[in-house]
């Protein structure tokens, strides 16, 4: 009877058991329907569970009760879990995405070429800066040899898809830089201020850039400094131009540059014969100071400070009779300071604030007449970036741009004066989002919100990239955006009160980058409003100033790049088509602009000897005819200029582990290339305008310098510089 009893109490266990046992079952699929085969699914904290078959379906039992989550784990793919409540039979269907390895998604690449940054839209090295001939260890130069670009030989500056000078602004760790150029006489192309040598990262977006920057209708060159140097050493230049000294010392957790420079073109210009009646040759004085400090194991403090000074006169002769000149004394003095803190919070996060001050002051003065320009401004700037989701980045920050300037005429023989000046504070937010819709498909969007305090205006400027991986190594990009700029400061200062000028952009990209090539081709649209116009006859009037111009600019860009077909040896080939009018400043009509040509084409070659240590380089550049006005004639720049053409060379010698020679030539052929004509502004007796051919002071320009390293590492040298 004891034994009947005990073996029913057993099998009314094991039934109870049994019958608690809970079902569950269903099917694991991507984003796209396909079955995920092998896939883990698991209720949290248990053992209970199974693996998805050749269909994607699966099944379990359990002896939970309750609510439970039940998981999905699946190599590549986002980690997946949902509660349930416990029923007899449950049927759980699973939908997981792929997770982003944002180190080989899909990147923005419309309308961005990048260069130390280590991303797949990299298409220049660092070392291409300085290393280019023609480029003259200028970054303008170098970033001249891309497509989108417009050859403009006497001016020096970045001149983007149909967009002046003034339209590209420059940014050092993410601060504006204002007056980034040398002062310098007219037909004679200036350098940037800052040495390509003190940057470890440089983007140069032709259109399209992120909502992070504003202030720039048609491009942003961004320049990312060099962390802490892990190296104590000394550095001396000798050059046909100057010399320089720079000493560099290295802590476990700081480092501190100094660096000094002087040029003077007085050696040069005696050799080398110019077309400018030189009174004195163009001297200058530069110092800077850069500081790393690291905080914690995350943190970097950065401080960077340059001041310079520069002072030439020469003697300007009238067109008509040009034995009648006026000296003409010019007199710079810049100074720009940044300071710039990032550190991480917590493991997702980083933030970046920094501080940026500029002071620049032209003094020009004349046998009866002295100018005197004076522009300042500084930049206030707060970002923080961050994941909210494994497929979700942010970006957003705040800013502050304050900038002023000023312009003080005086005439000798009566005593006139007149001051034309601002005064342009402007607040900015913005804010960007990165969202990877797979490791094929990025969207970003976002936008800037902006007030300037002259025109006491808001700005809205929303802006759009979409990217699209078609293979393992290709992708298509479209990009699209509004963007704001304050007129320039010959403008601004007569009429305050100028409206912001806007570009939008449309911009639609194909590249192909595989094992040392790349391919790139784009094509674009802008579209210009509020472009600022004024009556040239009434100069002087803030009433003949207004926002009434327009224009637009259309083309394609093609960049190939191959450092693999030749042994030792790297090319280039960039082409740009460009179709612009506009009618702005003191345009009549609308017009191509005189700087614009519509084809432009440059050929880079680099070869390495290794036998003799040497690298040549060679750039060939190609521009179509531009326009010019001639007063003689009733159309208005409807003249056009001969064909540009240049072929510079240059050649890097390692003398031994710490001496280089490096030598380069521009305009090898000695073409004497017009840039277009200047007038005089009243007729002769004939009743005609002299005109005069735009031309470089000289043909040719030649470089020849010595760079040397001392250093405890014998193996240390400039050649990364050069």
């Known amino acids: 009877m004891k034994k009947l009893v005990l073996l029913t109490g057993i099998l009314n266990l094991l039934f109870s058991q049994l019958h608690a046992q809970q079902l569950i079952k269903g ?17 949290k904290n248990t053992y209970d569970g199974s693996s998805t078959d050749a269909e994607g379906k699966y099944q379990f039992t359990t002896t939970a009760t309750g609510t439970v989550e039940v998981m999905v784990s699946f190599i590549g793919y986002q980690e997946t879990h949902r509660q349930i409540t416990l029923k007899p039979n449950n049927t759980v269907d699973f939908v997981v995405r792929e997770s982003i390895n944002k180190m080989e ?6 309308g961005s070429f990048e260069a130390g940054t280590g991303t797949k839209s990299e298409v220049l090295k660092p070392l291409d800066i300085v290393t280019t001939a023609g480029a003259t260890a200028d970054i303008a130069g170098a970033l001249n040899s891309l497509p989108g670009t417009q050859t403009v030989g006497e001016e020096g500056r970045l001149f983007v898809r149909g967009g002046d000078g003034n339209e590209t602004k420059t940014f050092i760790d993410g601060l504006q830089v204002l007056k980034p150029y040398g002062t310098t006489v007219p037909n004679t192309p200036t350098r940037g201020r800052f040495s390509p040598f003190m940057f470890s990262g440089t983007s140069f977006s032709t259109g399209g850039y992120s909502a992070e920057y504003g202030q720039a209708l048609s491009s942003a060159l961004i320049l990312n400094t060099k962390e802490k140097p892990t190296q104590t050493r000394t550095d001396v230049s000798l050059m046909t131009v100057g010399t320089e000294l720079s000493h560099t010392h290295s802590w476990a957790n700081s480092s501190l540059a100094v660096q000094g420079a002087y040029y003077n073109l007085t050696p040069y210009y005696s050799l080398v014969k110019q ?10 004085l530069q110092a800077s100071l850069a500081a790393r400090q690291q905080t914690g194991n995350s943190g970097m403090l950065k401080v960077y400070g340059q001041v310079s000074t520069n002072r030439f006169s020469f003697y300007q002769h009238s067109l008509i009779n040009p034995a009648n000149k006026t000296l003409i004394s010019v007199n710079n003095k810049y100074a720009y300071g940044n300071t710039s803190f990032k550190n991480t919070l917590g493991n997702s996060w980083t933030y970046k604030t920094g501080i940026a001050y500029t002071y620049n002051t032209d003094t020009y003065q004349l046998t ?65 989002t990165d969202i990877y819709l797979s490791s094929q498909f990025l969207a970003r969007v976002g936008g800037r919100l902006a007030y300037t305090a002259g025109s006491q205006q808001w700005y809205t400027a929303p802006r759009v990239s979409l990217a699209y991986k078609t293979g393992e190594n290709a992708q298509i990009a479209l990009a699209a955006g509004r963007f704001w700029q304050a007129p320039a400061d010959d403008l601004y200062r007569v009429n305050n009160t100028l409206h912001h000028e806007q570009a939008d952009h449309l911009i639609l990209n194909y590249q192909l980058v595989s094992s040392k090539r790349t391919f790139r081709i784009e094509g674009y649209v802008k579209k210009y409003r509020n472009l600022v116009t004024f009556n040239p006859a009434d100069v002087y009037n803030p009433a003949a100033y207004t926002n009434s111009g327009q224009g637009y600019a259309r083309g394609i860009d093609v960049f190939w790049r191959d450092n693999k077909s030749i042994k030792n040896a790297d090319y280039w080939v960039s082409y740009s088509f460009l179709d612009t009018k506009r009618i702005y400043r003191d345009f009549p009509v609308t017009a191509t ?9 440059s050929v880079v070659y680099k070869q390495w000897v290794p036998s003799i240590k040497t690298q040549f380089s060679s750039t060939f550049t190609l521009a179509s005819p531009r326009p010019y006005n001639n007063p003689n004639t009733t159309a208005f720049n409807a003249e056009q200029t001969p064909a540009y053409i240049d072929l510079s060379l240059s050649i890097s010698y390692l003398a031994t582990q710490s001496i280089i020679v490096y030598g380069s030539v521009t305009n090898v052929l000695g073409r004497n290339n017009i840039f277009g004509y200047t007038y005089s502004q009243t007729p002769n007796n004939q009743g005609v305008y002299v005109g005069q051919a735009n031309t470089l002071p000289a043909p040719r320009f030649f470089f020849l310098g010595v760079f040397i390293t001392f250093s405890k590492e014998s193996t240390l040298n400039q050649l990364k510089s050069l």
């Open 27 to 43: 099917r694991v699929t991507d984003t796209q329907g396909a079955p995920l085969i092998g896939a883990n699914i698991f209720i």
């Open 105 to 110: 998604a899909v990147v923005i690449s419309a």
């Open 593 to 601: 602009p005189t700087y614009a040509s519509a084809h432009n084409l």
């Open 275 to 284: 077309l400018n009646d030189w009174n004195k040759e163009p001297e200058s």
């Open 368 to 432: 009866a007449e002295n100018v005197e320009e004076k522009t300042s401004g500084m930049h206030i700037k707060a970002v923080a970036s961050g994941d909210l989701t494994n497929n979700i980045a942010l970006t957003t920050g705040a800013e502050l741009l304050y900038t002023e300037s000023q312009q003080h005429y005086s005439r000798l023989a009566d005593g006139f004066t007149n001051t034309f000046s601002y005064q342009n504070p402007l607040w900015a937010a913005f804010a960007e």
